[in-house]
T-cell receptor, first 112, second 112 residues
């Protein structure tokens, strides 16, 4: 597609529920990133996929967070047993290796 | 670990005023530097980037930034701001680790 797309745009969930957030990167981009934007924490790196290499998970805040990338394209970020502090905008970006990252519109997650 | 500092959290200017937003990073190696902008209700967009070469970089909408290696700085400037420049501005560093490290952001409000 023309840009990075993410779905849903908004997600409201109850504390303790699991959520899945989806990212469709720009076609041909081998690198995919997840970031989180929250009040008080700014923009934080979560996880990075590059081709078929093992992902860099160094930014994931807890083991409740996981992500996968199927077929080198679409990625899903899963948050298990959501907590209120997980409320944030989750941003996905894609790029060719070592070049400018293009960001999607984000998914605004609200945990009640 | 590298970090990025943006000195101004909130800036209020009148139209036609000059703008300079500070950005300092802590990383001694080779870095790529970026300024991203987030207009109200919109996703992150690249304003300009520095990879190598001329340390004075020109971006979109009349913005420019100067990379001063000795000061670990990459300040953003615009000679004359417009109301439409009201947005949040993020400085970011990209190193061999591939993820972006963002500053805390600066909210700019331009009064008409």
């Amino acid at each position: 597609g023309a840009g990075v797309s993410q779905s849903p745009s908004n997600k409201v969930t109850e504390k303790g529920k699991d959520v899945e957030l989806r990212c469709d990167p720009i076609s041909g981009h081998t690198a995919l990133y997840w970031y989180r934007q929250s009040l008080g924490q700014g923009l934080e790196f979560l996880i990075y996929f590059q081709g078929n290499s093992a992902p860099d998970k160094s930014g994931l805040p807890s083991d409740r967070f996981s992500a996968e990338r199927t077929g080198g394209s679409v990625s899903t970020l899963t948050i298990q047993r959501t907590q209120q502090e997980d409320s944030a905008v989750y941003l996905c970006a894609s790029s060719l290796p070592g070049t400018q990252q293009f960001f999607g519109p984000g998914t605004r997650l609200t945990v009640l | 670990a590298q970090s990025v500092s943006q000195h101004n959290h909130h800036v209020i200017l009148s139209e036609a005023a000059s703008l300079e937003l500070g950005c300092n990073y802590s990383y001694g190696g080779t870095v790529n530097l970026f300024w991203y902008v987030q207009y109200p209700g919109q996703h992150l967009q690249l304003l300009l980037k520095y990879f190598s070469g001329d340390p004075l970089v020109k971006g979109i909408k009349g913005f420019e930034a100067e990379f001063i290696k000795s000061k670990f700085s990459f300040n953003l400037r615009k000679p004359s701001v417009q109301w439409s420049d009201t947005a949040e501005y993020f400085c970011a560093v990209h190193n061999a680790g591939n993820m972006l490290t963002f500053g805390g952001g600066t909210r700019l409000m331009v009064k008409p």
